[in-house]
Nanobody, 116 residues
Framework: QVQLVESGGGLVQAGGSARLSCAASGNIFGINSMNWYRQVPGKQRELVASITSDGTRNYADSVKGRFTISTDNAKNTVYLQMISLKPEDTAVYYC??????????WGQGTQVTVSS
């Protein structure tokens, strides 16, 4: 059974930084991509950053230049480094892995709150 465990959320002041981690365990059967989404109440879940198995990174326009996605493949862990945080970055952040069979796995979510 695949399990994704996230950590690193919390309360951060505007302009500050935070680092989210997501450790995957279980038989994933090959990773196609590792992704971070976020969601605020009443809105759809939004793709924030993604990294494919060949290292290609993509970011939402709203976070480009401020967020960096990275991985430790040996540990099946994906990170999201966030700097220059803004109140509008406040959301529940979810990690997501898509395996080579295009099956999706989700973490439980971690709250990031940016105070102004």
């Amino acid at each position: 059974q695949v399990q994704l465990v996230e950590s690193g959320g919390g309360l951060v002041q505007a302009g500050g930084s935070a680092r989210l981690s997501c450790a995957a365990s279980g038989n994933i059967f090959g990773i196609n991509s590792m992704n971070w989404y976020r969601q605020v109440p009443g809105k759809q879940r939004e793709l924030v950053a993604s990294i494919t198995s060949d290292g290609t990174r993509n970011y939402a326009d709203s976070v480009k230049g401020r967020f960096t996605i990275s991985t430790d493949n040996a540990k099946n862990t994906v990170y999201l480094q966030m700097i220059s945080l803004k109140p509008e970055d406040t959301a529940v952040y979810y990690c997501n892995i898509i395996n080579k069979f295009l099956r999706r796995y989700w973490g439980q979510g971690t709250q990031v709150t940016v105070s102004s």
